[in-house]
Antibody
Framework: EVQLVESGGGLVQPGGSLRLSCAASGFTVSSNYMSWVRQAPGKGLEWVSVIYNGGNTYYADSVKGRFTISRDNSKNTLYLQMSSLRAEDTAVYYC????????????WGQGTLVTVSS | EIVLTQSPGTLSLSPGLRATLSCRASQSLYSNYLAWYQQKPGQAPRLLIYGASSRATGIPDRFSGSGSGTDFTLTISRLEPEDFAVYYCQQYDNSPPGTFGQGTKLEIK
């Protein structure tokens, strides 16, 4: 069974940093397309970042240069390192497994809330 | 960037009725790479439909997707109480990684 469990969310001040983790089970992270998708309170869904099986990455313009997606193959875990955080980064961040060869989400984690506020 | 516009913003219907949700793309999705997701309050989204008309694993057959080019539809043939939720479309024709619509809220009348 595919499972994705996020952790690392919380309250952080503007300009601060946070690292989100996504522990995967039931499949191998490095063999799949993996993504972070976020949802601001009361708003819709927004792609944040994708890492492909070959290691190529994609970032939304809104986070480019501030966020870094990575994976630890030995831990079968996906990460999102977030820095220079802004109030507009406040959202639930979902870890997601993307259908291989395509770009829609097959499986979602339960999400972790990041709040950027002073 | 392809913009997806979903309509209506809110749809109020009674259980047992048919729901028709629309998703219009600002330019043609030549490969009909369109997905639909359902999201209930406090939960993660769930994949319903991909490739415009293919149901995901475990999705009841009362959910169906149709359309091509710029106009796509999600139909729920007979609404069950658990179907009241927010529905998002997402195109992945123009990637990476694609864009989401703004959502349609399906509420109980």
């Amino acid at each position: 069974e595919v499972q994705l469990v996020e952790s690392g969310g919380g309250l952080v001040q503007p300009g601060g940093s946070l690292r989100l983790s996504c522990a995967a089970s039931g499949f191998t992270v490095s063999s799949n397309y993996m993504s972070w998708v976020r949802q601001a309170p009361g708003k819709g869904l927004e792609w944040v970042s994708v890492i492909y099986n070959g290691g190529n990455t994609y970032y939304a313009d809104s986070v480019k240069g501030r966020f870094t997606i990575s994976r630890d193959n030995s831990k079968n875990t996906l990460y999102l390192q977030m820095s220079s955080l802004r109030a507009e980064d406040t959202a639930v961040y979902y870890c997601a497994r993307v259908m291989f060869g395509f770009n829609f989400v097959e499986y979602w984690g339960q999400g972790t809330l990041v709040t950027v506020s002073s | 960037e392809i913009v997806l516009t979903q309509s209506p913003g809110t749809l109020s219907l009674s259980p047992g009725l048919r729901a028709t949700l629309s998703c219009r793309a600002s330019q043609s999705l030549y490969s009909n790479y369109l997905a639909w997701y359902q999201q209930k309050p406090g939960q993660a989204p769930r994949l319903l439909i991909y490739g415009a008309s293919s149901r995901a694993t475990g999705i009841p057959d009362r959910f169906s997707g149709s359309g091509s080019g710029t106009d796509f539809t999600l139909t729920i043939s007979r609404l069950e109480p658990e179907d009241f939720a927010v529905y998002y479309c997402q195109q992945y024709d123009n990637s990476p990684p694609g864009t989401f619509g703004q959502g349609t809220k399906l509420e109980i009348k």
